[in-house]
């Protein structure tokens, strides 16, 4: 019984160790990617300070409750940042995308149709355009790769059948002179962002501007009552985003998840590892029957969806849209 009683307690002090590891090290990234000064030399302090409170004090749960409270006070500061929309930000995203609605109708404010020469050498145009719900017949996913294939970027487009579609893309909204950071896009570095663009902008730029990345297309399933749901969630968050900015996640709010999120809770799809790791979310997608498949095993309908060599011969045609569908499952018809 003695000996039961030892392992637990090194078991236990073993666990309580282990969380505070893992608090010092969000600590110190939070540190280190937010504090608005010296934030290396800051970082570094705080982390010669829990160092010092467990090697200098006595007593385990008295060095154990001091490196947490260290913890916490970087916690309770990191809490009170707060997302802005005032900084100075790239012009590809300087614009903020707002919707008015009346009735059947949609008006959408500044969707981006930029004219790409190189990723960084574009005109820019920012478009009003106007749609209508009840014209709204269907949706279409693109997931675009730049290089791992386990992670991806999902981008929505929606089917009119009187106006070109309208894509959808969850990005962060970088200020000028700022790179991503997967590590920073855990903290409160950048604030989301939803791209409402034409698809001779956003899809154009991952398949003919940017160098190495890969685009996939696929037609979904839903109906267009659905659609139109799924359409005014969008919108929705287009405009609770101009009146209050929202930070993005890597992890919780990132470009997959906050789609998901956009869902009531009680209707939102049941959760897969695929939707945090993306990269293979159309592998979920064609298993859940949500994809038109053409009859194709996965690994077939796979290598006929990516749509890079399509979009570069349309290049910048009026013609885009209906280009790059060109024979792909349930687009044989060449309607967008």
């Known amino acids: 019984m003695k000996l039961v009683v030892r392992v637990g307690k090194k078991l236990g002090r073993f666990l309580v160790r282990l969380l ?16 608005p000064v010296f934030h290396d030399v800051v970082a570094g302090l705080f982390v010669v300070g829990v160092v010092t409170a467990l090697f200098l004090l006595r ?22 940042l707060s997302p802005r929309a005032d900084r100075d930000w790239q012009p590809d995203v300087a614009e903020l995308p707002w919707a008015e609605i009346q009735g059947d109708e949609v008006t959408l404010h500044n969707v981006r149709h930029f004219d790409y020469r190189t990723a960084t050498d574009y005109t820019p145009r920012w478009e009003t355009r106007t749609v209508h719900l009840s014209q709204l017949t269907g949706v279409d996913m693109f997931i675009n790769y730049w290089g791992s294939p386990w992670m991806a970027h999902p981008i929505v487009s929606f089917q009119f059948a009187d106006a070109p579609p309208v894509c959808f893309s969850i990005e962060t909204r970088k200020e000028v002179g700022e790179k991503y950071s997967a590590l920073g896009g855990l903290y409160r570095q950048y604030e989301l962002y939803v791209v409402a663009a034409d698809e001779r902008d956003v899809i154009r730029l991952r398949t003919s501007i940017r160098p190495g990345e890969e685009s996939y297309l696929y037609r979904t399933l839903i109906i267009p009552e659905k659609a139109r749901e799924r359409f005014m969630e969008y919108v929705t968050t287009l405009n609770e985003l101009r009146e209050q900015p929202r930070w993005y996640n890597a992890v919780t709010t990132n470009c997959t998840t906050a789609i998901r999120g956009q869902h009531p809770a009680g209707k939102r799809p049941p959760w897969d590892w695929r939707i945090l790791v993306n990269g293979k979310a159309d592998s979920l997608l064609y298993e859940r029957g949500y994809i038109e498949t053409g009859g194709l095993p996965f690994a077939e309908l796979r290598e006929k969806a990516l749509v890079n060599p399509a979009a570069k011969s349309a290049d910048t045609s009026p013609d885009f849209s209906r280009l790059i569908r060109a024979g792909l499952p349930g687009m044989d018809s060449g309607k967008n």
Do not use: E, I, N, R
């Open 20 to 35: 505070l590891l893992l608090a010092t090290a969000w600590a110190f990234g939070a540190l280190y990617f937010d504090f």
């Open 59 to 80: 007593g385990f749960w008295k060095q154990t409750a001091c490196a947490f409270a260290l913890c916490g006070l970087v916690l309770a500061w990191w809490l009170t």
